[in-house]
């Protein structure tokens, strides 16, 4: 068990210090793994950690150094992000996550006194459609749900053939319900009109087409758009469709965590986390990265994203059709992330901070 706990944080380490390359070193090469958007059982129980906050001054110091070496890591070839992790033995570290393995000396063992982790994760892209449809459920995710629907499930724009998953219930002020999921999925990359229709489940499991009467679940209310550039500043890929209390309900199917809290929590370092999606259902994980910069290829272009949270589970906890999905604490269910990316492994995923996600529209999450 010692030796299984030290393999797994050896490979979070590794993981998060990918992101963190000196501007002095290079790296190439092709993208082997790949990180990708998921729009479209849980699996290992992840070893006891003391959480380390953003709030730590060792991981500040940390975050400060990331951040002062992150604009010319992100220009190298082959770098596609960086993020403030830990070290095997627990110190914050820089983490540098590259397309393929960099040569013997190409990145530094420390940063300004700070030790520098590499992650060969491969290139960060969107999936805009599932690939495969779940195996050995219970629930099956991507089916139609009787009204009102679960979150964690199956949905999508009419205006294209893909599914990604229903994140929660939110509300605002005036006690409207909104279903809230990615921006790729509702506003398909900016290009969806206000008040176009959202169903589920989404059109990739109903075959293309609107196969019930009762499909539609809302409207696109409002989006952050997406600006797809290495020099931007992306913080949110989200979306909100206006839905109702008789459409939507506001936990997962059975065979998930239930109702989520309403009172959210910033990620930590180490902080154990859980997810319920569109295709992999019930996933726990680990979060490994903080503070990530990341480059995203969608297929509209490579968007990058900063401030993001990264997490890692040793089996896949995210992939084609999750894009969505609420990243809650685990126990606890307080909601902690919206997630939209992960490699094609499965095994990393990258989460929007969600308090900045529920500022952005205005609305709080409707749980317990």
Do not use: W
């Not at 859980?274 to 490994?288: A, D, F, M, N, P």
């Amino acid at each position: 068990m010692k030796n299984l706990k030290r393999f797994l944080r050896y490979e979070i380490g590794l993981i998060i210090f990918i992101l963190a390359i000196s501007a002095n070193y290079g790296i190439g090469g092709e993208s082997q793994i790949g990180v990708v958007i998921a729009k479209i059982t849980r699996d290992t129980v992840v070893p006891e950690e003391v959480v380390l906050e953003r709030i730590n001054q060792q991981v500040q110091a940390a975050v400060s150094v990331q951040n002062r070496h992150t604009p010319g890591f992100m220009s190298l070839p082959g770098v596609v992000g960086t993020a403030t992790g830990l070290t095997e033995d627990g110190r914050p570290a820089i983490l540098v996550f590259t397309k393929t393995a960099a040569g013997k000396g190409v990145i530094p063992d420390s940063l300004e006194g700070v030790p520098v982790v590499t992650m060969v994760s491969g290139a960060i892209f969107a999936m805009e459609k599932p690939t495969a449809k779940p195996s050995a459920v219970r629930v099956d995710p991507t089916g139609y749900f009787k009204r009102p629907v679960p979150i964690g499930v199956s949905t999508g724009s009419v205006n294209e053939c893909s599914s990604g998953t229903i994140g929660a219930r939110v509300k605002d002020s005036s006690d409207n319900v909104y279903a809230l999921s990615n921006n790729h999925v509702y506003a398909l990359e900016n290009t969806a009109p206000l008040g176009i229709a959202v169903l589920q489940p989404g059109l990739y499991d109903t075959t293309c087409i609107a196969s019930y009467s009762d499909q539609q679940i809302g409207t696109l209310s409002s989006y952050e758009s997406i600006i797809f550039s290495t020099s931007a500043s992306n913080t949110i890929d989200a979306a909100i469709a206006i839905s109702s209390l008789s459409n939507l309900g506001n936990s997962t199917p059975s065979n998930g965590y239930g109702t989520p809290r309403s009172a959210t929590v910033s990620g930590g370092l180490s902080l154990a986390v859980q997810k319920y999606g569109r295709t992999t259902s019930l996933t726990r994980g680990t979060i490994t990265g903080i503070n990530a910069t990341v480059d995203v290829s969608y297929s509209s272009g490579v968007a990058r994203f900063v401030d993001q949270i990264i997490v890692y589970s040793n089996k896949p906890f995210i992939q084609a059709g999750d894009s969505g999905s609420l990243l809650v604490t685990e126990p606890g269910k307080n909601p902690v992330g919206l997630l939209f990316a992960g490699s094609s492994s499965g095994k990393y995923a990258v989460a929007n901070q969600i308090d900045l996600v529920l500022s952005r529209f205005g609305v709080t999450i409707d749980g317990e």
